[in-house]
């Protein structure tokens, strides 16, 4: 219900008197004044009878007695009470919500996670499935909450009898696992997001009340992930299938829009909404948790849509803020030569290989660093060479830079990663023609060729007419038509062949010139090279690049450790993209090109973060929630758009953002930004005189 107000005004020097809001009372929803609400919490009737929403208020009650209990219950775990930013989510977790948890690695997810899954688990007896991208990173779960149970036990918690079972593919008791999983024997189940994959029939067969997920994106790359998630939370296939026929509607509402059919835009409006009423009756009631502790929104397609429309919330990326890196660059033809200098000096750490790296390349490398008498170790499929590198058996660890892999996200030994070693810049390689596809991004190639001289005037002037008429969503269904133009509406085919001859010629053209010239450069942003007799596109990869180097900068006693990062790299282009990439995520990052005689200052600023006796201020504690409520939803959006890719959540009928806004050094905000779509207050126009009630001839 909307809150109408009106003033009582006396003219007397232009003196405000007192407002006073309809339907404001919050014990019998009539008019209360400014004053009464300040001072007595309702209308001064209910105050006076002594009237009271007793059910609301015991709601509230018995809420808040049991986040204080789970306030207790984790003190009581890890000796300490939980930071600001937890309480508000352990509030969340409470209220049975779904939701992606918006910080970084470091502030307390996975600890907060671990210990809710405890409390649910002890005093509701539910079945908790914890999932990891990596075997590794469930371990490294397990053996955590094994430690947390020992010291609850210590503490006099009868918890001893909850059965966590970690499934390991290399333990020899493997199969005895699978039928304890099958028998449901376990209250929480921790496994890695592949053993879903290949074991859904005997997971399934349990009924789960709550799911952590590590990482959503690496749980998604398997788009059947998706169904087996929402099926474990109780969702039906006619309740799954009812969304993927709301999503479809949704996508189909676009392209009648796109194609100018008003009537039917008009009907397609109408059955959004009647199956958005029919999916919510459905699934009101539903009480099954999914809580992710990261979540990008990398993954495309339609069933992280069906996701959305039934869980009510997707993830997005993050501001990074008190990152503590050291950025450098070389030639990647220097990388042989400085390699050892650097592992000498700083110690241990991680070599990421990039793709489109020669295999022999790197195991020159591994050659080289072996003849300096540094121990190396190459990180293919498993756990082993991780777990002899944290051990101190290995100097280094080598592996891939991508975004899911295991030296990327499933390394957490701050006292061991001191410095990351890039062989090529982190980056996403794609074959150019289909590149071309992307309709923004032929706009831009057709600007290059412009600027050289090229006409293809008309061809930019028919694409400017088309970005405009189209929405984002439009522009992606172009695009999915260009690869598949039979899949096109008939109305639209004509269009949909001109973009591909424009993009076709704009091919030939391009090719041409990196024949040519070898490297064509693209708005800043990309390069166009050949490789292996392909023409393709090259673009840094931002993300993988701050997980990845963000290894050699953890959290340690409530500090961020020092470390160093290097990226050789042949194209000292894509180091400048790089960098105007990551500054929408880190502000003040520079890569500082890579001298010899830095490695003595830069080791000791290593060693003295990871000292015992280091002592910094807990940033923990400089972390605070934040509401921000604007009157415009587009408003809302672009406020949140300004720190990185936010996360959006449905509450209501809105839709709210969560980003994180870094105030100043010691200052950050986790943020909910909302639109009220109005004025939460207006003048009413029923009453007195354009809302001044009149009393007598006052």
């Not at 107000?5 to 407002?19: A, F, H």
């Not at 650097?342 to 290989?353: A, D, N, Q, T």
């Not at 891939?400 to 030296?407: E, M, N, W």
């Not at 172009?478 to 096109?488: E, F, G, R």
């Amino acid at each position: 219900m909307s809150i109408v107000t009106y003033s009582i005004s006396y003219v007397m020097w232009w003196k405000l008197v007192e407002l006073l809001y309809r339907h404001s009372c919050p014990v019998c929803g009539g008019i209360a004044s400014s004053r009464e609400l300040i001072e007595l919490n309702s209308c001064s009737r209910c105050a006076f009878e002594g009237r009271r929403n007793r059910v609301e208020e015991i709601a509230v009650e018995l809420w808040m007695r049991e986040v204080n209990d789970l306030v207790k219950f984790f003190t009581d775990t890890i000796d300490h009470e939980p930071w600001s930013l937890q309480i508000h989510w352990i509030k969340r977790l409470l209220s049975g919500e779904s939701f992606a948890m918006i910080a970084p690695t470091g502030i307390g997810k996975s600890t907060l996670l671990a210990i809710y899954a405890l409390y649910r688990a002890h005093f509701y007896k539910w079945k908790i499935y914890i999932l990891t991208p990596t075997r590794e990173i469930a371990k490294q779960f397990y053996n955590r909450m094994r430690e947390y149970l020992e010291k609850l036990v210590e503490k006099g918690y009868p918890i001893s009898d909850i059965r966590i079972v970690f499934y390991d593919s290399s333990s020899r008791h493997s199969k005895n696992l699978k039928e304890d999983i099958r028998n449901g024997n376990f209250d929480i189940l921790i496994t890695s997001a592949s053993f879903l994959s290949r074991n859904y029939d005997i997971v399934s067969i349990n009924k789960i009340d709550l799911i952590v997920a590590d990482d959503l994106d690496a749980l998604m790359k398997n788009s059947k992930n998706i169904d087996r998630i929402l099926r474990l939370l109780g969702f039906t296939d006619e309740e799954i299938e009812l969304a993927l026929k709301l999503v479809k509607l949704k996508q189909n509402l676009t392209i009648a829009k796109l194609s100018n059919t008003p009537e039917k835009v008009e009907n397609l409006r109408l059955e959004v909404l009647e199956l958005e009423a029919q999916l919510r009756n459905r699934i009101a009631m539903r009480k099954s948790q999914l809580v992710v502790a990261s979540a990008t929104g990398r993954v495309k397609g339609l069933k992280p849509l069906i996701m959305k429309e039934l869980l009510g919330f997707e993830g997005g990326a993050l501001f990074e803020y008190w990152r503590n890196v050291e950025d450098y660059y070389a030639p990647l033809d220097k990388a042989l030569h400085i390699l050892p200098k650097v592992v000498k000096k700083l110690g241990s750490g991680i070599i990421f290989i990039s793709q489109g790296i020669d295999k022999e390349f790197v195991e020159r490398i591994r050659e080289v660093l072996e003849h300096n008498g540094i121990k190396v170790a190459i990180a293919k499929s498993g756990t082993k060479a991780v777990d002899r590198f944290r051990r101190g058996e290995v100097d280094v660890v080598i592996g891939t830079s991508s975004y899911y892999g295991i030296l990327v996200r499933g390394l957490d030994e701050p006292l061991r990663v001191r410095f990351t070693v890039f062989i090529g810049t982190p980056r996403i390689v794609r074959d150019l023609k289909l590149s071309l596809y992307n309709i923004r991004f032929l706009y831009v190639v057709l600007r290059e060729l412009k600027n050289r001289g090229i006409d293809v005037i008309d061809s930019i002037k028919y694409l400017v007419e088309v970005i405009q008429r189209s929405t984002h969503a439009m522009l992606i269904a172009y695009s999915k038509w260009m690869k598949d133009p039979d899949s096109a509406p008939n109305e639209l085919k004509d269009r949909i062949n001109n973009l591909i001859a424009i993009a076709e010629d704009a091919y030939k053209k391009l090719r041409d010139i990196v024949r040519r010239e070898k490297m064509v450069i693209i708005g800043g942003t990309a390069i166009i090279v050949e490789k292996q007799n392909r023409t393709v596109v090259i673009r840094p990869d931002p993300y993988t690049y701050i997980q990845a180097s963000g290894r050699s900068s953890r959290l340690l006693n409530g500090t961020k450790t020092f470390g160093v990062s290097i990226v050789f790299e042949e194209y000292h282009e894509l180091i400048k993209m790089l960098e105007l990439r990551l500054k929408r995520f880190v502000t003040d990052i520079e890569f500082k090109k890579f001298v010899d005689h830095y490695l003595d200052f830069l080791a000791k600023r290593v060693e003295v973060t990871r000292r015992s006796s280091a002592i910094g201020k807990d940033i923990r504690n400089s972390i605070k929630t934040a509401l921000i409520v604007v009157e415009s939803p587009t408003k809302a959006k672009t406020i949140a758009n300004m720190f990185g890719k936010p996360a959006r959540r449905v509450v209501g009928e809105s839709l709210v953002y969560e980003t994180v806004i870094p105030v100043d050094e010691d200052n950050v905000y986790v943020a909910t930004i909302a639109a009220s779509l109005g004025h939460i207050t207006d003048l009413v126009t029923d009453e007195g005189i354009y809302g001044v009630k009149i009393v007598g001839n006052k």
